[in-house]
């Protein structure tokens, strides 16, 4: 069993730059793959960016590329999401789940946190 719990959201302007974390419970997180997804109001929960269990392998949705960055510190059992030049669009609540095996860019994660809600304004 895992538990996730997402921090680090808030308002921001645009251009600006937000960290979230993604603090998890259970001795073997090292070995789950994770993932930031978002969901804004009325809309579909959307893949954000995923990151292997070792960190060696990165995806991110194209919409982020080049401006969010995913990493983890496993011996903190913490999954980051850095979010730079935020945009108006990017408003969301951001979840962070967890999954056995590889990386996803679906919902097919096993564990979910609860959310975080960022806000970028214009």
């Known amino acids: 069993q895992v538990q996730l719990v997402e921090s680090g959201g808030g308002l921001v302007q645009a251009g600006g730059s937000l960290r979230l974390s993604c603090a998890a419970s259970g001795r073997t997180f090292s070995s789950y793959a994770t993932g930031w997804f978002r969901q804004a109001p009325g809309k579909e929960r959307d893949f954000v960016a995923t990151?292997?269990?070792?960190?060696?392998?990165?995806r991110y949705a194209d919409s982020v590329k080049g401006r969010f960055t995913i990493s983890r510190d496993n011996a903190k059992n913490t999954v980051y999401l850095q979010m730079n030049s935020l945009k108006p669009d990017d408003t969301a609540v951001y979840y962070c789940?967890?999954?056995?095996?590889?990386?996803?860019?679906?919902?097919?994660?096993?564990?979910w946190g609860q959310g975080t809600q960022v806000t970028v304004s214009s």
């Open positions: 789940a967890a999954r056995r095996g590889t990386t996803s860019v679906t919902t097919s994660y096993d564990y």
């Open positions: 990151i292997s269990w070792s960190g060696g392998t990165t």
